[in-house]
């Protein structure tokens, strides 16, 4: 059985994840008492390496796209326990960010209040930690490297999260994975990721708009459904961009500031 978007997930909500079980008060609190740089830790282990593996060949977009419907079961979980504003902006920030790096806005969030901080407080902010760090390291154009760690602990952040309910997760995302394996593989996987690698700045830019990807819909999410056509992605991510408000999510720059920044029409004006 699966699930239709809840009525505040916000845009990027997906359709036909998997029914989750929400978690109660006393459940929550008998999650396993781990710090989140041991879940950080562990997202750079064995299982994250694995995942790793599998995002490898593919293109930085994909691992934004995991890390999206992720996200949202997350989300789909925690959201009678923790406050849920933050798991619903940051899916949009994600998503915005692959069609430009200027739309989302860094969030100052470090590895150890995360740690000194509340469960309820420090889970909720954990999915900000690696997306945000990556903007700070990044601030003049997409990501060069890759985009896996980011998806790594985002998916273990999640599985943690789960508890009995990981299976229908993790068989979602196998599906997922199968289906990114298709269609946005990185042609170019070996092309280097440093600027001084590279003969100049407009052709580093090209290459790693390559490793970057061509921007993903959300209906992909599906994998319940048949993806839709590649030339309807476009549009599709168009739509769902068109939707955005920085407005109703402070993780979004606003409009004057990316129309300073050089983007005429950002978002829906």
């Excluded at 459940?27 to 781990?34: N, T, V």
Aim: hydrophobic letters at 40%.
């Amino acid at each position: 059985m699966s699930s239709g978007a809840l009525p505040d997930d916000g845009p990027v909500a997906p359709r036909g994840l998997p029914e989750i079980e929400a978690l109660t008060s006393d459940q929550f609190a008998q999650l396993p008492k781990k710090k989140i740089s041991a879940l950080w830790t562990k997202a750079d282990g064995r299982t994250g390496d694995a995942l790793r593996a599998r995002l490898a060949p593919l293109t930085n977009c994909a691992s934004y796209l995991v890390c999206v419907g992720s996200m949202h079961f997350a989300l789909r979980r925690t959201r009678t326990v923790i406050e849920p504003k933050l798991l619903r902006c940051l899916p949009e920030a994600v998503f915005a960010y692959q069609l430009d790096w200027r739309y989302p806005k860094p969030f100052g969030i470090t590895m150890t209040g995360l740690d000194t901080a509340p469960p309820e407080v420090a889970l909720r902010r954990a999915f900000c930690h690696a997306f945000f760090e990556l903007l700070e390291q990044s601030p003049s154009f997409f990501m060069s490297g890759s985009a896996q760690p980011v998806a790594s602990y985002m998916v273990t952040l999640t599985r943690h999260l789960l508890g009995r309910q990981v299976k229908s997760y993790d068989e979602w995302l196998e599906a997922l994975l199968l289906r990114l394996e298709r269609l946005a593989v990185n042609p170019a996987p070996d092309t280097p990721s440093k600027l001084r690698l590279h003969a100049s700045r407009e052709a580093w830019e090209l290459a790693t708009r390559v490793r970057h990807g061509r921007p993903l819909p959300i209906n992909l999410l599906d994998v319940t459904a048949e993806p839709p056509a590649e030339n309807s992605w476009p549009a599709l991510v168009a739509a769902t961009v068109a939707r955005l408000s920085p407005e109703t999510n402070p993780l979004l720059q606003p409009h004057a500031v990316l129309i300073e920044r050089g983007l005429a029409t950002p978002y829906a004006i």
